[in-house]
Protein backbone atom coordinates (compact mmCIF):
# COMPACT_ATOMS: atom_id res chain seq x y z
CA UNK A 1 0.00 0.00 0.00
CA UNK A 2 0.88 3.71 -0.61
CA UNK A 3 0.25 4.74 3.44
CA UNK A 4 2.74 7.33 4.12
CA UNK A 5 5.37 6.77 1.01
CA UNK A 6 6.35 10.27 0.10
CA UNK A 7 6.36 11.78 -3.79
CA UNK A 8 8.01 14.58 -5.00
CA UNK A 9 6.89 16.55 -7.86
CA UNK A 10 9.72 18.71 -9.38
CA UNK A 11 9.02 21.60 -11.67
CA UNK A 12 11.03 24.80 -12.53
CA UNK A 13 8.05 27.28 -10.93
CA UNK A 14 4.55 27.96 -10.63
CA UNK A 15 3.20 30.71 -12.63
CA UNK A 16 -0.71 30.34 -13.56
CA UNK A 17 -0.73 27.69 -16.13
CA UNK A 18 -2.79 24.49 -17.31
CA UNK A 19 0.47 22.30 -15.97
CA UNK A 20 0.91 23.84 -12.64
CA UNK A 21 -2.82 24.00 -11.97
CA UNK A 22 -2.81 20.45 -12.64
CA UNK A 23 -0.43 19.82 -9.64
CA UNK A 24 -2.30 22.03 -7.49
CA UNK A 25 -5.40 19.97 -8.07
CA UNK A 26 -3.72 16.62 -7.97
CA UNK A 27 -1.53 16.20 -4.98
CA UNK A 28 -3.88 17.18 -2.07
CA UNK A 29 -6.04 14.21 -4.35
CA UNK A 30 -2.80 11.83 -3.92
CA UNK A 31 -2.19 12.89 -0.60
CA UNK A 32 -5.55 11.46 -0.12
CA UNK A 33 -5.03 8.23 -1.37
CA UNK A 34 -2.24 7.71 1.16
CA UNK A 35 0.94 8.99 -0.05
CA UNK A 36 3.26 12.28 1.21
CA UNK A 37 3.52 14.36 -1.88
CA UNK A 38 5.82 17.36 -2.03
CA UNK A 39 6.76 19.63 -4.39
CA UNK A 40 10.81 21.41 -5.36
CA UNK A 41 10.43 24.47 -7.48
CA UNK A 42 14.40 24.99 -9.32
CA UNK A 43 14.32 28.16 -10.76
CA UNK A 44 11.37 30.42 -8.00
CA UNK A 45 8.64 29.25 -6.54
CA UNK A 46 5.63 31.07 -8.98
CA UNK A 47 2.04 32.48 -7.50
CA UNK A 48 0.37 29.30 -7.31
CA UNK A 49 2.89 27.79 -4.68
CA UNK A 50 0.67 29.41 -1.92
CA UNK A 51 -2.69 27.23 -2.92
CA UNK A 52 -0.98 24.18 -2.45
CA UNK A 53 0.88 25.27 0.89
CA UNK A 54 -2.84 26.53 1.67
CA UNK A 55 -3.92 22.37 0.78
CA UNK A 56 -1.13 21.47 3.87
CA UNK A 57 1.49 20.50 0.28
CA UNK A 58 4.76 21.03 1.05
CA UNK A 59 7.06 23.72 -0.91
CA UNK A 60 10.60 24.01 -1.33
CA UNK A 61 12.67 26.05 -3.47
CA UNK A 62 16.00 24.79 -4.51
CA UNK A 63 17.30 27.30 -6.81
CA UNK A 64 19.60 26.38 -9.76
CA UNK A 65 22.22 28.61 -11.49
CA UNK A 66 22.10 25.99 -14.38
CA UNK A 67 20.32 23.15 -15.64
CA UNK A 68 23.21 21.06 -14.55
CA UNK A 69 24.29 23.00 -11.61
CA UNK A 70 26.38 20.56 -9.58
CA UNK A 71 25.75 22.52 -6.23
CA UNK A 72 21.95 22.57 -7.50
CA UNK A 73 21.45 18.50 -8.50
CA UNK A 74 23.30 17.82 -5.01
CA UNK A 75 20.71 19.64 -2.75
CA UNK A 76 18.13 17.92 -4.97
CA UNK A 77 19.67 14.69 -4.69
CA UNK A 78 19.93 15.62 -0.65
CA UNK A 79 16.59 16.85 -0.33
CA UNK A 80 15.10 13.22 -2.03
CA UNK A 81 17.57 11.40 0.54
CA UNK A 82 16.14 13.66 3.74
CA UNK A 83 12.43 13.39 3.06
CA UNK A 84 12.54 9.27 1.79
CA UNK A 85 10.88 9.87 -1.26
CA UNK A 86 10.13 6.94 -2.98
CA UNK A 87 8.93 8.65 -6.59
CA UNK A 88 10.27 11.64 -7.83
CA UNK A 89 7.98 13.10 -10.95
CA UNK A 90 9.47 16.00 -12.48
CA UNK A 91 7.64 18.01 -15.51
CA UNK A 92 9.66 18.93 -18.62
CA UNK A 93 12.68 19.01 -19.90
CA UNK A 94 14.05 21.82 -17.52
CA UNK A 95 13.21 19.85 -14.36
CA UNK A 96 13.62 16.49 -15.82
CA UNK A 97 17.24 16.41 -16.60
CA UNK A 98 18.73 17.55 -13.41
CA UNK A 99 15.92 15.41 -11.47
CA UNK A 100 16.65 12.73 -12.93
CA UNK A 101 20.51 13.01 -12.26
CA UNK A 102 19.12 14.09 -8.51
CA UNK A 103 17.14 10.98 -8.34
CA UNK A 104 19.70 8.72 -9.27
CA UNK A 105 22.18 9.90 -6.54
CA UNK A 106 19.46 9.73 -4.15
CA UNK A 107 18.38 6.08 -5.14
CA UNK A 108 15.31 6.81 -5.43
CA UNK A 109 12.96 3.90 -6.25
CA UNK A 110 11.17 5.02 -9.08
CA UNK A 111 12.37 7.91 -11.08
CA UNK A 112 9.78 9.45 -13.94
CA UNK A 113 9.95 12.39 -16.11
CA UNK A 114 6.79 13.80 -17.64
CA UNK A 115 6.58 15.39 -21.24
CA UNK A 116 3.65 17.82 -21.59
CA UNK A 117 4.19 18.68 -25.70
CA UNK A 118 5.63 17.83 -29.02
CA UNK A 119 8.61 19.12 -29.83
CA UNK A 120 9.51 19.99 -26.30
CA UNK A 121 13.25 20.10 -27.42
CA UNK A 122 14.98 23.27 -28.23
CA UNK A 123 18.22 21.66 -29.62
CA UNK A 124 19.59 18.42 -30.70
CA UNK A 125 22.10 18.76 -27.21
CA UNK A 126 19.06 18.64 -25.41
CA UNK A 127 17.41 15.59 -27.16
CA UNK A 128 21.15 13.80 -27.23
CA UNK A 129 21.07 14.45 -22.87
CA UNK A 130 17.01 13.27 -22.63
CA UNK A 131 17.54 10.21 -24.77
CA UNK A 132 20.57 9.82 -22.44
CA UNK A 133 18.79 10.10 -19.10
CA UNK A 134 15.34 8.52 -20.64
CA UNK A 135 16.71 5.05 -20.36
CA UNK A 136 17.43 5.67 -16.76
CA UNK A 137 14.40 6.47 -15.64
CA UNK A 138 11.16 4.25 -14.29
CA UNK A 139 9.27 5.85 -17.50
CA UNK A 140 8.39 8.87 -19.31
CA UNK A 141 5.15 10.22 -18.80
CA UNK A 142 3.38 11.20 -21.77
CA UNK A 143 0.00 13.11 -21.63
CA UNK A 144 -1.54 12.36 -25.28
CA UNK A 145 -0.93 9.48 -27.91
CA UNK A 146 0.68 11.94 -30.22
CA UNK A 147 2.87 12.90 -27.73
CA UNK A 148 3.83 9.67 -26.98
CA UNK A 149 4.84 8.99 -30.81
CA UNK A 150 7.05 12.50 -30.73
CA UNK A 151 8.56 11.04 -27.58
CA UNK A 152 9.11 7.59 -28.19
CA UNK A 153 10.97 8.77 -31.80
CA UNK A 154 12.82 11.13 -30.00
CA UNK A 155 13.87 9.45 -27.24
CA UNK A 156 14.53 6.01 -28.97
CA UNK A 157 11.98 4.47 -26.06
CA UNK A 158 9.01 1.33 -26.22
CA UNK A 159 5.52 2.20 -25.66
CA UNK A 160 5.65 0.17 -22.08
CA UNK A 161 8.80 3.17 -21.26
CA UNK A 162 6.16 6.02 -22.25
CA UNK A 163 3.68 5.44 -19.92
CA UNK A 164 0.09 7.50 -21.11
CA UNK A 165 -1.17 9.92 -18.64
CA UNK A 166 -4.16 12.12 -20.14
CA UNK A 167 -4.74 15.60 -18.67
CA UNK A 168 -7.79 15.02 -16.34
CA UNK A 169 -10.03 18.21 -15.32
CA UNK A 170 -12.35 18.86 -12.28
CA UNK A 171 -15.69 18.05 -14.03
CA UNK A 172 -17.53 19.40 -10.60
CA UNK A 173 -15.78 22.92 -11.65
CA UNK A 174 -17.13 22.84 -15.04
CA UNK A 175 -20.53 21.96 -15.72
CA UNK A 176 -23.66 23.34 -17.23
CA UNK A 177 -25.01 26.75 -15.14
CA UNK A 178 -27.66 28.71 -16.66
CA UNK A 179 -27.40 31.07 -14.52
CA UNK A 180 -23.83 32.16 -15.06
CA UNK A 181 -24.26 31.62 -19.06
CA UNK A 182 -27.54 34.51 -17.97
CA UNK A 183 -24.58 36.88 -16.52
CA UNK A 184 -21.79 36.57 -18.76
CA UNK A 185 -23.91 37.38 -21.30
CA UNK A 186 -25.47 40.20 -19.51
CA UNK A 187 -22.69 41.60 -18.81
CA UNK A 188 -20.85 41.65 -22.51
CA UNK A 189 -24.21 43.25 -23.96
CA UNK A 190 -24.61 39.20 -26.10
CA UNK A 191 -28.46 38.73 -27.00
CA UNK A 192 -29.50 35.25 -26.33
CA UNK A 193 -30.09 34.42 -30.02
CA UNK A 194 -26.58 35.56 -30.74
CA UNK A 195 -23.97 32.78 -31.11
CA UNK A 196 -20.69 33.28 -28.90
CA UNK A 197 -17.68 32.07 -29.90
CA UNK A 198 -14.70 31.44 -27.43
CA UNK A 199 -11.39 31.28 -27.37
CA UNK A 200 -9.98 30.77 -24.20
CA UNK A 201 -5.99 30.65 -24.93
CA UNK A 202 -3.08 32.96 -23.73
CA UNK A 203 -3.11 35.29 -26.53
CA UNK A 204 0.39 33.91 -27.91
CA UNK A 205 1.77 33.10 -31.28
CA UNK A 206 1.06 29.31 -30.32
CA UNK A 207 -2.56 29.53 -30.07
CA UNK A 208 -2.98 31.64 -33.62
CA UNK A 209 -5.01 34.43 -32.33
CA UNK A 210 -4.77 36.44 -35.29
CA UNK A 211 -5.77 33.44 -37.58
CA UNK A 212 -8.64 32.88 -35.94
CA UNK A 213 -9.79 36.37 -35.99
CA UNK A 214 -9.60 36.50 -39.41
CA UNK A 215 -10.98 33.06 -40.03
CA UNK A 216 -14.02 34.49 -37.84
CA UNK A 217 -14.43 37.23 -39.72
CA UNK A 218 -14.15 35.64 -42.93
CA UNK A 219 -17.20 32.98 -41.78
CA UNK A 220 -18.94 36.23 -39.77
CA UNK A 221 -19.37 37.90 -43.55
CA UNK A 222 -21.76 35.09 -44.94
CA UNK A 223 -23.54 34.67 -42.16
CA UNK A 224 -27.41 34.80 -41.69
CA UNK A 225 -29.46 35.51 -38.76
CA UNK A 226 -28.36 37.15 -35.03
CA UNK A 227 -24.46 38.39 -35.32
CA UNK A 228 -22.29 36.07 -33.94
CA UNK A 229 -19.58 37.46 -31.93
CA UNK A 230 -15.98 36.22 -31.04
CA UNK A 231 -14.14 36.77 -27.28
CA UNK A 232 -11.30 36.32 -26.56
CA UNK A 233 -10.36 35.18 -22.69
CA UNK A 234 -6.77 35.49 -21.90
CA UNK A 235 -4.03 37.65 -22.24
CA UNK A 236 -0.16 37.33 -23.89
CA UNK A 237 2.84 39.21 -26.28
CA UNK A 238 0.28 39.68 -28.75
CA UNK A 239 -2.78 40.90 -27.37
CA UNK A 240 -1.57 44.36 -28.21
CA UNK A 241 -1.75 43.48 -31.80
CA UNK A 242 -4.59 41.42 -31.37
CA UNK A 243 -6.61 44.24 -30.44
CA UNK A 244 -5.47 46.91 -32.86
CA UNK A 245 -6.50 43.93 -35.41
CA UNK A 246 -9.59 43.89 -33.89
CA UNK A 247 -10.35 47.38 -33.71
CA UNK A 248 -12.87 48.02 -36.51
CA UNK A 249 -14.77 44.75 -35.49
CA UNK A 250 -17.73 44.89 -32.97
CA UNK A 251 -18.44 41.64 -33.09
CA UNK A 252 -15.04 40.60 -31.49
CA UNK A 253 -14.35 41.53 -27.67
CA UNK A 254 -11.20 41.12 -26.14
CA UNK A 255 -11.81 39.89 -22.37
CA UNK A 256 -7.87 39.90 -20.76
CA UNK A 257 -7.26 37.55 -18.64
CA UNK A 258 -10.30 36.16 -16.87
CA UNK A 259 -10.53 33.89 -13.38
CA UNK A 260 -14.30 32.76 -14.45
CA UNK A 261 -13.94 30.44 -16.99
CA UNK A 262 -16.54 27.87 -16.07
CA UNK A 263 -19.20 30.72 -16.30
CA UNK A 264 -16.94 31.73 -19.89
CA UNK A 265 -17.66 28.25 -21.31
CA UNK A 266 -21.33 28.48 -20.03
CA UNK A 267 -21.93 31.84 -21.60
CA UNK A 268 -20.46 30.42 -24.83
CA UNK A 269 -21.95 28.39 -27.39
CA UNK A 270 -18.89 26.96 -29.19
CA UNK A 271 -15.01 27.17 -28.47
CA UNK A 272 -12.10 27.66 -30.88
CA UNK A 273 -8.86 26.68 -30.27
CA UNK A 274 -6.85 26.68 -33.79
CA UNK A 275 -3.25 26.26 -31.68
CA UNK A 276 -0.16 25.45 -33.84
CA UNK A 277 0.74 23.22 -31.03
CA UNK A 278 -0.30 21.06 -28.02
CA UNK A 279 0.46 18.65 -25.86
CA UNK A 280 -3.13 17.74 -24.62
CA UNK A 281 -5.33 21.09 -24.41
CA UNK A 282 -7.01 21.12 -20.96
CA UNK A 283 -9.20 23.89 -22.02
CA UNK A 284 -10.57 21.11 -25.36
CA UNK A 285 -12.10 18.99 -22.04
CA UNK A 286 -13.19 22.51 -20.06
CA UNK A 287 -15.17 23.15 -22.59
CA UNK A 288 -16.80 19.59 -23.52
CA UNK A 289 -17.37 19.13 -19.99
CA UNK A 290 -19.96 22.35 -19.76
CA UNK A 291 -21.66 20.91 -22.98
CA UNK A 292 -19.75 23.36 -25.46
CA UNK A 293 -18.35 21.64 -29.23
CA UNK A 294 -15.52 22.51 -29.94
CA UNK A 295 -13.40 23.74 -32.98
CA UNK A 296 -9.69 22.98 -32.96
CA UNK A 297 -6.48 22.02 -34.78
CA UNK A 298 -5.25 18.60 -35.39
CA UNK A 299 -2.36 18.99 -32.98
CA UNK A 300 -1.04 16.99 -29.90
CA UNK A 301 -4.34 15.09 -28.01
CA UNK A 302 -7.17 17.44 -29.75
CA UNK A 303 -8.36 14.83 -31.87
CA UNK A 304 -8.25 12.26 -29.24
CA UNK A 305 -11.02 14.39 -27.21
CA UNK A 306 -12.73 15.56 -30.49
CA UNK A 307 -13.38 11.90 -32.01
CA UNK A 308 -16.70 12.25 -33.65
CA UNK A 309 -18.33 15.03 -34.89
CA UNK A 310 -20.98 15.38 -32.07
CA UNK A 311 -18.17 16.39 -29.78
CA UNK A 312 -16.95 19.40 -32.59
CA UNK A 313 -14.91 19.98 -35.65
CA UNK A 314 -10.92 18.99 -36.08
CA UNK A 315 -9.17 20.90 -39.03
CA UNK A 316 -5.37 20.70 -40.17
CA UNK A 317 -2.94 23.81 -38.43
CA UNK A 318 -2.77 26.59 -40.14
CA UNK A 319 -5.74 25.76 -42.37
CA UNK A 320 -7.21 29.05 -42.78
CA UNK A 321 -9.92 28.03 -44.72
CA UNK A 322 -11.21 25.02 -43.33
CA UNK A 323 -11.04 26.99 -39.84
CA UNK A 324 -13.43 29.31 -41.56
CA UNK A 325 -15.53 26.50 -42.90
CA UNK A 326 -15.95 24.97 -39.77
CA UNK A 327 -16.93 28.63 -37.98
CA UNK A 328 -19.41 28.84 -40.63
CA UNK A 329 -20.94 25.53 -39.91
CA UNK A 330 -20.91 26.33 -36.22
CA UNK A 331 -22.75 29.98 -36.99
CA UNK A 332 -25.20 27.79 -39.34
CA UNK A 333 -26.03 26.09 -36.10
CA UNK A 334 -26.74 28.69 -34.57
CA UNK A 335 -27.60 28.88 -30.37
CA UNK A 336 -30.30 26.13 -30.83
CA UNK A 337 -28.41 23.80 -32.92
CA UNK A 338 -24.81 24.10 -30.83
CA UNK A 339 -26.67 23.40 -27.51
CA UNK A 340 -28.06 20.18 -28.53
CA UNK A 341 -24.71 18.94 -28.88
CA UNK A 342 -24.43 19.48 -25.25
CA UNK A 343 -25.17 15.54 -23.54
CA UNK A 344 -22.44 14.04 -25.93
CA UNK A 345 -19.86 16.76 -25.35
CA UNK A 346 -20.30 16.32 -21.34
CA UNK A 347 -20.57 12.42 -21.71
CA UNK A 348 -17.53 12.61 -23.47
CA UNK A 349 -15.54 14.46 -20.84
CA UNK A 350 -15.84 12.17 -18.19
CA UNK A 351 -13.31 10.11 -20.00
CA UNK A 352 -10.70 12.89 -18.94
CA UNK A 353 -11.59 13.33 -15.41
CA UNK A 354 -9.56 14.45 -12.46
CA UNK A 355 -10.46 11.50 -10.36
CA UNK A 356 -9.47 9.44 -12.88
CA UNK A 357 -6.37 11.03 -13.57
CA UNK A 358 -5.51 10.75 -9.76
CA UNK A 359 -6.45 6.94 -10.06
CA UNK A 360 -4.15 6.13 -12.90
CA UNK A 361 -1.31 7.91 -11.24
CA UNK A 362 -1.92 6.02 -7.66
CA UNK A 363 -1.57 2.88 -9.84
CA UNK A 364 1.74 4.09 -12.20
CA UNK A 365 3.20 4.70 -8.72
CA UNK A 366 2.35 1.24 -7.43
CA UNK A 367 3.30 -0.74 -10.47
CA UNK A 368 6.67 1.24 -10.37
CA UNK A 369 7.35 -0.25 -6.38
CA UNK A 370 5.65 -3.19 -6.94
CA UNK A 371 2.94 -2.89 -4.09
CA UNK A 372 -0.08 -3.09 -4.12
CA UNK A 373 -2.46 -0.53 -5.55
Known amino acids: MSQGLTVIRVITWMPVGGIERRLVAVLPKLRDMGWKPRLVCIREEGPLVEELRDAGIPVSLIP ?77 ITVSRAVQRDVMENLGLSEAQTPLLYNGVDMSAFENDPGARRHVRNELGIADDQPLFLVPARIVAQKNPIGVLKAFC ?29 ADHADVQILGRRNDMNALYNAADAVILSSFKEGFSNA ?20 EAISKP ?19 EAMLKGVEGLGKMATGCRARAELFSLDGLVEQTHELYCKALGIEP
Open 284 to 303: VVEALACGKPVIASDVGGNA
Open 218 to 246: NAAKSASGPAPVLAFAGDGKLEEELRAAA
Open 310 to 328: EFGWIHDSGDGGALTAQIG
Open 64 to 140: FSSRLSPSGIRKLATSFKQNRASVVHSHMYRSNVPATIAGKLAGTSAIFGQIHNVGTWESSRQRVVDRFLAKRRTGT
